[in-house]
């Protein structure tokens, strides 16, 4: 663990010890799976004491939360803006896609958390985190159906054709590690291409 990496992936958090069990909590939910995973494992992972967790989560479900709900709130960020700086569903698909691959490579650890241990998450906080990921299907959703009325697209059900399309992404974390030979962004930029394959895209 390094105070820059935890830094850089939840800068908005304070304080730095918060950052540091949110870090603690991604390793040691990643590595033993969250019901595995006891608080004095991720305290002692942060080289803290089991108490100072409670200091600034009140439960592992609350740390588990923090992590899901910042990483939902990341890539949406990241959809948003990559839906909005295009000027076509064919180049916003396109920019949706790269980003989303290349999150999920870049952060293939924390993905692996945020997207495989949703089961979890207590109720209310689950509804959170999903509502957030209706938000992001949604958009991809609402560009599949403006670019098959326009004609950029065949698709028979946009709907399904949206969450395929993220399906793929989030997998990458499952599988991609810092050994495999093609940087986040150069997979990001294939799985693009993919993307528009898939929907028929007339231009790529």
């Known amino acids: 663990m390094t105070m820059s990496l935890s830094a850089e992936l939840w800068p908005e958090v304070q304080p730095e010890t918060a950052r540091r069990l949110m870090l603690a ?32 989560f009140p439960s592992k479900a609350a740390l588990l939360f923090a992590i899901s709900r910042s990483g ?13 700086n295009t ?7 396109r920019g949706i896609v790269e980003q989303f691959v290349a999150w999920h490579a870049r952060r293939h650890t924390v993905a ?26 949604r958009i991809l959703r609402e560009l599949v159906v403006a670019g098959t009325e ?25 599988w991609y590690t810092e050994r495999h030979r093609k940087t986040p962004e150069k997979l990001g930029t294939e799985y693009g291409q993919l993307a528009l394959r898939m929907l028929g895209a007339t231009q790529s």
């Open 150 to 174: 326009s004609g950029e697209f065949t698709v028979a059900d946009p709907g399904t054709a949206a969450r395929a399309l993220l399906s793929l992404g989030i997998d990458v974390a499952r």
């Open 25 to 56: 909590g991604v390793e040691s939910f990643a590595q033993r799976g969250y019901h595995a995973t006891t608080t004095r494992d991720i305290a002692g992972s942060a080289g803290m004491s089991p108490a100072a967790l409670y200091v600034h």
């Open 72 to 84: 939902h709130e990341q890539v949406l960020a990241l959809v948003k803006q990559a839906a909005e």
């Open 112 to 137: 692996r958390v945020v997207q495989y241990e949703l089961g979890a998450l207590p109720e209310q906080e689950y509804a959170v985190v999903a509502g957030l990921r209706r938000d992001i299907e």
């Open 87 to 93: 000027d076509s569903p064919t180049d916003a698909v």
